[in-house]
């Protein structure tokens, strides 16, 4: 069946640097965009960027642009999520995702910028 683990989220101080990971499996990771989404505290969920199944085509949500950077190795199954520059509001559970609404997630990670 399909799994998605994430992993890497924690405690950062604004300004700080965390780089998430996703290790896939149960499906043929490189025939799919895959997607970061987050949830914060109280709040729906929120996509948060994407990428193509060669990793060429990436889109990012506005309030992440030139601060999170996303990638992905098909040879691993693994998703990435860089994130530079965090700020109190990137406070939440991020999760990898299938699709881009978040459907088809994993359990996430918690992030927590605080000071």
């Known amino acids: 069946q399909v799994q998605l683990v994430e992993s890497g989220g924690g405690l950062v101080q604004p300004g700080g640097s965390l780089r998430l990971s996703c290790v896939a499996s149960?499906?043929?990771?490189?025939?799919?965009?895959m997607y970061w989404v987050r949830q914060a505290p109280g709040k729906g969920l929120e996509w948060v960027s994407g990428?193509?199944?060669?990793?060429?085509?990436?889109v990012y949500a506005d309030f992440v642009k030139g601060r999170f950077n996303i990638s992905r190795d098909n040879a691993k199954n693994t998703l990435y999520l860089q994130m530079n520059t965090l700020k109190f509001e990137d406070t939440g559970r991020y999760y990898c995702a299938r699709d881009r609404r978040g459907d088809q997630r994993g359990q996430g990670t918690q992030v927590t910028v605080s000071s």
């Open positions: 990428i193509n199944y060669g990793g060429d085509s990436i």
């Open positions: 149960g499906f043929t990771f490189s025939n799919y965009w």
